[in-house]
T-cell receptor, first 119, second 111 residues
Framework: NAGVTQTPKFRILKIGQSMTLQCTQD?????MYWYRQDPGMGLKLIYY???????DKGEVPNGYNVSRSTTEDFPLRLELAAPSQTSVYFC??????????????????FGPGTRLTVL | KNEVEQSPQNLTAQEGEFITINCSYS?????LHWLQQHPGGGIVSLFM???GKKKHGRLIATINIQEKHSSLHITASHPRDSAVYIC?????????????FGEGTQLTVNP
């Protein structure tokens, strides 16, 4: 199993450009998440998905969009890049057998991260 | 004040020392998660616990729900334990669950 994979590893964008960060997992997990990590700060949840076709906002969703058309893929879209979106982005997945959110056995598996710089 | 506070922010130890990292939170939670972030940036889940204690190798995690406090202990520390250790709490809200992270504790173990 490859686990959680993310592409690209690094990217530099100009202000106003758009891009999609790709995330794929091969563990048949129902939950997937996108986080951002700013220097010296804790991880913050951007969006999450509890299954194909279902997504919901996290703590910092503004400026981002997501979709979940398959169990495996959970792309994150930046439409109009801004310097405030310079960060490291992590995708994660987990399996939850409990409805309504994270169950107590939900170990999250993280991707390697994408370092994004917006100039 | 952050909902999840970790202490210390930075910790330097000598190889072989016993290490404790603390996590305090101010909200009701259903579970708590300890994560390890390697110097290269990769994140690994260490423990998920909702009560008591869990042990994996040289790592021990404890939680006291009444006191809203968790600790991560590393016995016989080794330079390869050098990493950022992150505490995260899971709480149920009417709109669903929410995962809130502490800012992490940077651990450096010197040989």
């Amino acid at each position: 199993n490859a686990g959680v994979t993310q592409t690209p590893k690094f990217r530099i964008l100009k202000i106003g450009q758009s891009m999609t960060l790709q995330c794929t997992q091969d563990m048949n997990h129902n939950y997937m998440y996108w986080y951002r990590q700013d220097p010296g700060m804790g991880l913050k949840l951007i969006y999450y998905s509890v299954g194909a076709g279902i997504t919901d906002k996290g703590e910092v969703p503004n400026g981002y969009n997501v979709s979940r058309s398959t169990t495996e893929d959970f792309p994150l879209r930046l439409e109009l890049a801004a310097p405030s979106q310079t960060s490291v982005y992590f995708c994660a997945s987990s399996y939850s057998g409990l409805a309504g959110g994270w169950g107590i056995t939900d170990t999250q598996y993280f991707g390697p991260g994408t370092r994004l710089t917006v100039l | 004040k952050n909902e999840v506070e970790q202490s210390p922010q930075n910790l330097t130890a000598q190889e072989g020392e016993f290490i404790t990292i603390n996590c305090s939170y101010s909200v009701g939670i259903s579970a708590l998660h300890w994560l390890q972030q390697h110097p290269g940036g990769g994140i690994v889940s260490l423990f998920m616990l909702s009560s008591g204690k869990k042990k994996h190798g040289r790592l021990i995690a404890t939680i006291n729900i009444q006191e809203k406090h968790s600790s991560l202990h590393i016995t016989a520390s080794h330079p390869r334990d050098s990493a950022v250790y992150i505490c995260a709490v899971i709480r149920r809200e009417t709109s669903g669950s929410r995962l809130t992270f502490g800012e992490g504790t940077q651990l450096t173990v010197n040989p």
